[in-house]
T-cell receptor
Framework: NAGVTQTPKFQVLKTGQSMTLQCAQDMNHEYMSWYRQDPGMGLRLIHYSVGAGITDQGEVPNGYNVSRSTTEDFPLRLLSAAPSQTSVYFC??????????FGNGTRLTVT | AQSVAQPEDQVNVAEGNPLTVKCTYSVSGNPYLFWYVQYPNRGLQFLLKYITGDNLVKGSYGFEAEFNKSQTSFHLKKPSALVSDSALYFCAVRDPWVSGNTPLVFGKGTRLSVIA
């Protein structure tokens, strides 16, 4: 009964490094999304996908890339990390118009 | 464009008293509305939703919310607060009348503190 699994839980990067945040779901949900959570800002949508092979930008996509080669996986790539990308990142999935299921988050610090 | 506002950053209530967490929204048509709760170091958990039908929606842990179309509000309520209700609460909206699969837009969150 895994639901949405995010790895790693914590990560520290130096400015300019790249990394991939992993997200996997085992509920056969077609819709997946990435949010970042910052104090006083709520959750802001980075990228989302309505099915394998389809992705779209959210409110704050700059500096992030995504791909959706399978229904289960939706990785988020930081190409060149910046201190402004220090945040908590949440992946979520759902069936169409159903409530989102969230992972437990990845806490990223960029120094 | 769809948007949601939570006018209070923090709500304090005594245990056993009723609680209300406010939410107002803006969409072009009839909204889909959601409430989520976040406990420390965890992801968000779904509480309840309004899609259509009865304006009073009941959800998990004794929470309910009332959809008010004229006031464009969807306030979260509970008749008797528990200390364990202390958490961060998020309201979210989706406009189903916009073409395509528009994602959920979240408010900034309201921190609820229930004092024993």
């Amino acid at each position: 009964n895994a639901g949405v699994t995010q790895t790693p839980k914590f990560q520290v990067l130096k400015t300019g490094q790249s990394m991939t945040l992993q997200c996997a779901q085992d509920m056969n949900h077609e819709y997946m999304s990435w949010y970042r959570q910052d104090p006083g800002m709520g959750l802001r949508l980075i990228h989302y996908s309505v099915g394998a092979g389809i992705t779209d930008q959210g409110e704050v996509p700059n500096g992030y890339n995504v791909s959706r080669s399978t229904t289960e996986d939706f990785p988020l790539r930081l190409l060149s990390a910046a201190p402004s990308q220090t945040s908590v990142y949440f992946c979520a999935s759902s069936l169409s118009n159903s409530p989102l299921h969230f992972g437990n988050g990845t806490r990223l610090t960029v120094t | 464009a769809q948007s949601v506002a939570q006018p209070e950053d923090q709500v304090n209530v005594a245990e056993g008293n009723p609680l209300t967490v406010k939410c107002t929204y803006s969409v072009s048509g009839n909204p889909y509305l959601f409430w989520y709760v976040q406990y420390p170091n965890r992801g968000l958990q779904f509480l309840l939703k309004y899609i259509t039908g009865d304006n009073l929606v009941k959800g998990s842990y004794g929470f309910e919310a009332e959809f008010n179309k004229s006031q464009t509000s969807f306030h979260l309520k509970k008749p008797s607060a528990l200390v364990s209700d202390s958490a961060l609460y998020f309201c979210a909206v989706r406009d189903p009348w916009v073409s395509g699969n528009t994602p959920l837009v979240f408010g900034k969150g309201t921190r609820l503190s229930v004092i024993a």
